[in-house]
C-alpha cells in the first residue's frame, strides 16, 4: 500500500495536467473574446490617459504627458459640474429606487401568483421597451406646447403657464431622474420578489407567537433577510446611475447650460466629437475608479448591518 | 398562495397606489402605440388626444420610406449572433470554471469578477480604436464582439454549472467518453435552464442596446432600430406620429418576446444576483 503512493500522486499530477490542457481548450474561445474586447481595451484606456492622444496625432505621434490629464480635469470647471451631477443623481436614484422597489416587492409578493406576475411585467416593461424609444416618447410628454404634462397639469390647476421642463436648469435634471426611476426599478423588483419569498416562513411565526408587531417583524426579520439582495440592489444601481448616458444624449445633450451633463456624456463628447481621446480615457479612469470606491464602502456598510 | 388573508385598510389602499402606478408605468407605452396612429396636426394640438379617432397609417409608411425594415433585420442579426455565441462560449467556459480542476483557475475566475465590477461603457473608446485596426468600423461585427466579450454570461454558467453532480460526470468519464462528448451530451441537457436564462437576457440586452452600436455604426444602411428611432428623432425633431411609428416597431417584437420567454428572463435576473 505504502509503494503506491507516490504514484498516485504522479498519476493526479498527471490527470491535473491533462485537465489543464483540456480546460485551456474549452475556455479559449471565451477567453479570446474577452481578453480582446474588454481586458485590452481597459488596458488601452488606461495606457493612453498618460498620453495627448487625438484625432489628428497619429498613433507614432502620441506624446506622453504624465497626470496632466488628470490634473486639467480636476481644474475643468464643466467636468467638476459633470461630477456633481453625477453625484447627485446617484444620491437621489439609488434610495428611490431601493425603497421604492422594495415597497411594491413587500406587497405583491404576498399576493395572487398570476396577479403578481402581472404587476411584475408591468414594472419591467419600461426595462423592456428600450432606452431609445422611452426617451422619444417622454421627450414628447415633457415639451413645452405639445406635450400631456403640462397639459394635466394645467388642467389640474397646479400650474399656470406652460413650463419647458427640459429647456429649464432646475427642471432638465428631475426629468433625467424621472425616467431613469422608471427604468431603473424593474430588476429590483424581480429580485426583491424572488428574496421575500425565500424568507423562512417559520421565523416569522415564530416572531408573531412571541407578539411582534408587523413593523418589527418587517425590519428584524424581512429587512434582515433580504439585505445581500439590497446590498446588490445598491450597487448595480450605483453603477447604472454613473455610467447614465443614452437619456442625456437623447433628452439633454448635458444641457441647458450644462446642468445635466454627466461624466459618461462628456466622455462622449470629448472623445467622439472633440476626438480627444487620450483626455477622455482619463475620464473614464476616474469614472471607474468612482464606481469602485462607491461600491466597495456600500459593501462595507451593509455588510456590517448584516452580520449582527 | 393567497396570504393576504385580511383586506385592511391599508393593503386596500396600498393595492390601489400600485393599479395607479402600474398605470402611469404603462402609460409611455399606450403614448407611443396611439401616438403612432395620430396625425401631425393631432399630435402636436394643445389639446392631447388620449385615443386616435380618426386613425392614420400614414406614419408607418413614412416610416418604411426609411429602410426601417432594414434596421430591424440589423438588429435581429445582431441580436441573434451575440446570442448565440455568448452561449456557445459561455457555457463551456463557465462549466470548465465550475467542474475543472487546473493551473490558473482561481487567476481565471477573479479576472473575470474583478472586471465585471468595472463598467462597462469606459472601455467604449479604446475599442473603437481596436475595431477601426480589425477594420470593423460601421460593421455588426463591431457590436457583437464586445457583447460576446463581457463576461457576465460565464459567470451565470459557472453558477448554473456548480449544480452538476460529480458522479455523473465520473460515470461518464469511466464509460470512456471524450471531453467534448461529456460536454455536449451530458453536461447541456442538465444547464438548459441556464441556456434559455442566459439567451434570452442576451437577446433582449442586445436588442435595446443604444451605447455601443451608437459608437460604432454609422451608414444609414447598417442602423439598428435603436439608432434609427434616435435617427428619425434629431432629424424630424416635432414629427412625433412618425417617431412614435418607430418606436412601436422597436419595441413591440421584444416585449412580446419578454412576455413569451418571461419565465426564463426572470430566472436568469435572480441567478445572476446570487453571490453577486
Not at chain 1, 488601452?44 to 502620441?62: E, Q
Not at chain 1, 389640474?156 to 433625467?176: D, M
Not at chain 2, 397609417?57 to 426609411?66: A, G, P, T
Request: charged share 10%.
Amino acid at each position: 500500500m505504502t509503494t503506491a503512493k507516490p504514484n498516485q500522486r504522479g498519476s493526479s499530477h498527471n490527470l491535473m495536467r491533462k485537465e489543464t490542457i483540456v480546460s485551456y481548450l474549452f475556455l479559449l474561445p471565451a477567453l479570446l473574446f474577452f481578453i480582446g474586447f474588454v481586458l485590452l481595451p481597459m488596458g488601452l484606456g488606461l495606457y493612453t490617459s498618460f498620453f495627448n492622444y487625438t484625432m489628428k496625432n497619429p498613433v507614432s505621434a502620441d506624446t506622453f504627458v504624465g497626470l496632466r490629464h488628470y490634473i486639467d480635469l480636476f481644474g475643468n470647471p464643466a467636468f467638476l459640474q459633470a461630477v456633481r451631477n453625477t453625484v447627485f443623481l446617484v444620491i437621489v436614484t439609488v434610495p428611490a429606487v431601493t425603497l421604492f422597489s422594495l415597497w411594491v416587492s413587500s406587497f405583491i409578493y404576498r399576493i395572487h401568483a398570476g396577479l403578481r406576475s402581472v404587476f411584475r411585467i408591468i414594472f419591467y416593461l419600461p426595462v423592456v421597451t428600450g432606452t431609445v424609444a422611452v426617451v422619444v416618447v417622454w421627450k414628447w410628454i415633457f415639451h413645452e406646447y405639445y406635450g400631456v404634462l403640462n397639459y394635466l397639469l394645467k388642467s389640474g390647476g397646479v400650474i399656470e403657464k406652460n413650463i419647458s421642463w427640459l429647456g429649464s436648469s432646475t427642471w432638465a435634471i428631475w426629468c433625467i431622474i424621472l425616467i431613469m426611476f422608471t427604468t431603473y426599478v424593474g430588476q429590483p423588483i424581480v429580485l426583491y420578489v424572488a428574496a421575500l419569498g425565500n424568507v423562512d416562513p417559520s421565523l416569522i411565526e415564530a416572531a408573531k407567537v412571541d407578539g411582534a408587531t408587523d413593523m418589527q417583524v418587517f425590519w428584524k426579520i424581512k429587512w434582515a433577510q433580504v439585505m445581500p439582495t439590497t446590498l446588490y440592489i445598491m450597487v448595480i444601481t450605483t453603477i447604472n446611475t454613473f455610467q447614465c448616458f443614452s437619456l442625456v444624449q437623447l433628452l439633454t445633450r448635458g444641457g441647458p447650460s450644462g446642468s445635466t451633463n454627466t461624466v459618461m456624456y462628456m466622455l462622449y463628447e470629448t472623445a467622439f466629437n472633440l476626438y480627444d481621446y487620450g483626455y477622455a480615457n482619463a475620464m473614464g479612469v476616474i469614472l471607474a475608479i468612482m464606481i469602485g470606491i462607491l461600491s466597495a464602502m456600500q459593501f462595507k456598510v451593509m455588510s456590517k448591518e448584516v452580520s449582527y | 398562495m393567497n396570504k393576504l388573508k385580511k383586506s385592511s385598510p391599508y393593503n386596500i389602499l396600498t393595492m390601489l397606489a400600485l393599479i395607479l402606478l402600474a398605470l402611469s408605468f404603462l402609460f409611455p407605452l399606450y403614448w407611443i402605440i396611439t401616438g403612432s396612429f395620430k396625425s401631425q396636426m393631432v399630435a402636436v394640438s394643445a389639446t392631447p388626444a388620449w385615443f386616435p379617432l380618426e386613425p392614420t397609417v400614414d406614419n408607418y409608411i413614412r416610416l418604411f420610406k426609411n429602410p426601417a425594415v432594414k434596421w430591424l433585420t440589423n438588429t435581429v442579426f445582431v441580436s441573434l449572433a451575440s446570442m448565440v455565441l455568448v452561449l456557445l462560449t459561455a457555457s463551456l467556459a463557465g462549466y470548465t470554471l465550475a467542474k475543472k480542476r487546473f493551473y490558473g483557475r482561481a487567476f481565471v475566475f477573479a479576472l473575470i469578477i474583478a472586471s465585471m465590477a468595472l463598467p462597462k461603457q469606459v472601455v467604449l473608446v479604446p475599442l473603437v480604436r481596436i475595431m477601426d485596426f480589425l477594420k470593423l468600423s460601421d460593421n455588426p461585427w463591431a457590436v457583437i464582439l464586445p457583447t460576446v466579450g463581457w463576461p457576465f454570461g460565464i459567470f451565470l454558467m459557472k453558477q448554473f454549472s456548480e449544480s452538476i453532480p460529480n458522479e455523473v460526470l465520473e460515470s461518464a468519464r469511466i464509460d470512456g467518453a471524450g471531453e467534448l462528448r461529456t460536454f455536449v451530451s451530458i453536461v447541456t441537457p442538465i444547464i438548459k435552464p441556464a441556456f434559455g436564462a442566459l439567451g434570452i437576457f442576451t437577446f433582449i440586452n442586445t436588442w435595446n442596446d443604444y451605447f455601443l452600436q451608437l459608437i460604432m455604426l454609422r451608414s444609414r444602411a447598417n442602423l439598428t432600430i435603436s439608432l434609427g428611432i434616435a435617427t428619425l428623432q434629431s432629424e424630424y425633431a416635432t414629427n412625433y406620429g412618425l417617431q412614435m411609428a418607430g418606436a412601436a416597431l422597436g419595441s413591440i417584437p421584444i416585449i412580446l418576446i419578454f412576455i413569451f420567454f418571461q419565465k426564463y428572463f426572470t430566472q436568469g435576473i435572480t441567478m445572476g444576483a446570487v453571490k453577486g
